[in-house]
């Protein structure tokens, strides 16, 4: 079928950052392929809906907006209506029989088809590509990302070898497979041509790096030869997993300039029963000896953790050391994410499931002891000067919003800051003068 250029395709990405990743590699395609991309979904004749199958909060809200773009077909100018992503991967059967919605379907592993997908369900077909989720990342450096952004997230691996009981990913996005340094680091450097400053390394369990290409863990190397990128400033690691966190790693964090001294390390719970049950590695005096391990290499880190409260079989005694664990070590950013009993897991099959108004009061208890740690922890940079990445203006109330290494992009703090003058995407020195619970206030010096 011959495309015109009236043909808009617009995408809509939900879940994780990895989505977004895919969803910038499809935007290239699609791009090269003459579409015209737009933002608003009621300005396309294809729109793309790139899901999370996650957990219930996230098949819900995917559903909900596929039908709520379903709707553009009678009220816009929608000629197809396609679903990408986890979901896909996990129910495309269903969605197929239950969802006449939907003109075309991708799945986690065949992307790189959608080009194809869109012609052939603009033809009147109902393509679907769910086949194995291992899409090779090795050569798909080249990406389209948004005008005016300064940060991006960059895989380093994909799939997972974990066996998490709760988890679902191994499904979704199959085996661990790291890619090659040369690889991530050409993506680094197109990343750079379009202006992005701050680079984020993401996997799904990021210290096992490279192990399965290399034969040994090498994620310090891949941070030092990123580092060399002309033009990115921040490197940012995310989903560190403790059990291979090696010395090695520890002493770039602390002599790498352009490695921030920002750890997010997800542990998931504090107590060895709970992480036995999780089938998590490490118990928590490993745990505690890397934290200190870190903190002495490293003083000024800042440590972001994750927790699920209500797993099956979680006591109040166990709750409530989980509690005295945080208070120990003072994370700087916490996530804390409630138990979610997935079909297809070996957690949903264990005894004691928590009910689910006691995992909601143990979520907000976690949640009010972190709000107290963090406007501890932010308080102490006041009077200091730290370096900020501003990434926009507010105009209502005349102030430069950015953030410094010790945040990551929409999950932590912002910073907000008086006396700039420059462009956005610059990094400068700004001196705090305000704290609060999670973000901070201050002048460029």
């Not at 896909?88 to 799945?107: A, C, F, H, S």
């Not at 079989?313 to 120990?328: I, S």
Request: hydrophobic share 40%.
């Amino acid at each position: 079928m011959e495309k015109t250029a009236a043909e808009k395709v617009a995408i809509i990405t939900l879940g994780c950052e990895k989505n977004l990743v895919d969803s910038d590699i499809m935007s290239q395609l699609i791009d090269e392929r003459g579409y015209v991309l737009v933002e608003d979904p009621q300005e396309a004749d294809v729109v793309i809906v790139n899901t999370c199958g996650f957990i219930d909060a996230a098949k819900e809200e995917s559903v909900n907006t596929i039908l709520d773009v379903a709707d553009l077909k009678e009220s816009g100018n929608l000629k197809s209506l396609i679903v990408a992503g986890c979901l896909t991967q996990r129910y495309k059967e269903v969605l197929m029989n239950e969802m006449p919605e939907i003109d075309g379907i991708v799945g986690t592993g065949d992307f790189d088809k959608i080009t194809r997908i869109i012609e052939e369900s603009l033809e009147g077909k109902k393509p679907v590509f769910v086949g194995n989720p291992a899409f090779s990342y090795e050569n798909a450096a080249r990406r389209k990302v948004e005008a005016g952004t300064y940060s991006a997230y960059l895989k380093i691996a994909e799939g997972c070898d974990n066996k998490c009981t709760f988890c679902i990913i191994p499904q979704l996005r199959g085996a661990f497979r790291s890619r090659t340094i040369e690889s991530v680091v050409a993506e680094a450097k197109e990343l750079a041509a379009q202006g992005i400053k701050e680079v984020n390394l993401i996997a799904q369990d990021s210290t096992n790096y490279g192990f399965d290409l290399y034969g040994e863990r090498v994620l310090h190397k891949l941070l030092r030869e990123v580092s060399e990128v002309e033009g990115i400033e921040w490197i940012r690691l995310h989903y560190a997993y403790p059990g291979y966190f090696t010395d090695e790693l520890i002493e770039e964090f602390a002599s790498n300039p352009k490695v921030c001294k920002y750890i997010d390390m997800p542990l998931q719970h504090s107590e060895d029963a709970v992480l036995k049950r999780m089938l998590r590695p490490g118990r928590q005096r490993d745990i505690r000896e890397l934290v200190g391990k870190i903190r002495t290499a490293v003083p000024d880190v800042a440590l972001r953790t994750s927790i699920i409260v209500g797993f099956p079989g979680e006591t109040e005694e166990e709750f409530t050391n989980l509690k005295t664990f945080l208070q120990d070590i003072q994370f700087d950013r916490l996530g804390v994410f409630t138990y979610s009993q997935e079909e297809g897991t070996a957690a949903a099959r264990l005894a004691d499931q928590v009910p689910a108004d006691i995992i909601e009061r143990r979520a907000n208890e976690l949640m009010e002891v972190q709000r107290e740690i963090a406007a501890e922890r932010n308080g102490r940079f006041v009077g200091k000067t730290v370096p900020v990445l501003i990434e926009s203006y507010d105009g209502k109330n005349d102030v430069y919003v950015g953030r410094s290494q010790f945040d990551a992009s929409e999950i932590d703090g912002e910073v907000f800051v008086t006396g700039y003058t420059g462009e956005l995407g610059q990094i400068v020195a700004v001196r705090i003068t305000h704290s609060y619970d999670f973000d901070l206030a201050g002048e460029v010096v």
